[in-house]
């Protein structure tokens, strides 16, 4: 006898799935194992209606008030059960009840949501592609990744020493913000790199002395500090943030991590 497997509808908006390789991309793959996973980008249209009727559970990936979040909120009514892989903590948790499950990413952000009936910690790399490459030359003294806006904090790279170099993409919805900040740092000497692949972001990891993640407690890093560790690569960040401070020492959680985690949170509430 064939046993169905529960349908779990994911909700997310990335604009380019070419550079979505993430933890959670690799986890999702693991779940496919235990239930019927059915993806749908928001940013390639709206989900349809029959795709939320068949779903056992909708698990939104985004921040509070986010497209994925809003949608579940938009369309509460219809749906069976829940959840909200949280990314990002800019925006104060809202409309947590309509929830069934809430996953959080750090310690440092449990307690906005410590008043839910069911929170599960889960996060982590796809360390089947940042790993270290002990052969790689060491071509920068520093190297940074992220989006170029205020809050990553890059143009404190104009301040440092040696062989730099930063790794990120243009804010399309705030062009003139990213460009300031590229113009700084191409004149303070530090060299500049659009988005790239992960496949090829991690040879940049490689080929870093250290990991200069800058960012202030809104402007993520999350993923950048663990992938670098697990590049075996040092990471600097700046004193003023706890959230990154916190993953510095922690596990460098996996895809394997993600995955037990969300499985874990998904049964608590079928």
């Known amino acids: 006898m064939v046993v169905k497997k529960p349908k779990v509808l994911f909700i997310y908006d990335v604009p380019d799935e070419h550079y979505w390789k993430d933890g959670l991309f690799a986890a999702l793959n693991l779940l496919d194992k ?37 949608y579940v909120q938009n369309n509460k009514d219809i749906i069976k059960k829940a959840g909200l892989c949280i990314a990002g903590n800019l925006i104060s948790p809202q409309n947590m009840g309509t929830y069934d499950i809430l996953f959080y990413e750090t310690e440092f952000y ?13 996060f982590g790399i796809n360390t089947d592609i940042f790993k270290p490459n002990p052969d790689a030359p060491k071509l920068w003294d520093l190297l940074t990744v992220g989006a170029f806006a205020t809050w990553k904090r890059q143009v404190l790279m ?5 062989a730099r170099m930063a790794v990120g993409d243009i804010q399309k919805d705030n062009i003139g913000e990213s460009i300031g ?26 080929a870093a002395k250290t990991v200069y993640i800058p960012a202030d407690i809104y402007g993520g ?50």
């Not at 996973?37 to 509070?64: C, K, M």
């Not at 104009?158 to 040696?162: E, Q």
């Not at 706890?242 to 874990?264: A, F, S």
Request: glycine share 8%; aromatic share 8%; net charge neutral.
């Open 34 to 70: 235990d239930f019927h996973i059915v993806r749908h980008n928001l940013h390639n249209g709206t989900v349809p209606g029959s795709a939320i009727h068949d779903a056992d559970l909708v698990l939104a990936w985004g921040a509070f008030g986010s497209p994925a979040d809003n």
């Open 110 to 122: 449990k307690p906005q949501i410590s008043s839910h009936k069911n929170i599960t910690h889960a």
């Open 158 to 162: 104009c301040a440092k020493f040696g």
């Open 181 to 206: 900040i590229v113009g700084k740092l191409i004149i303070s000497g530090c060299g500049v790199s659009d988005l790239i692949r992960p496949e090829v972001l991690v040879n940049f990891y490689n």
């Open 221 to 270: 890093g999350e993923r950048s500090v663990l992938e670098a560790r697990a590049c075996r690569i040092p990471v600097e960040i700046e004193i003023d943030n706890p959230k990154l401070k916190e993953l510095l020492t922690c596990p460098i959680w996996d895809q394997m991590y993600y995955y037990k985690q969300l499985k874990k949170g998904i049964l608590s509430c079928l």
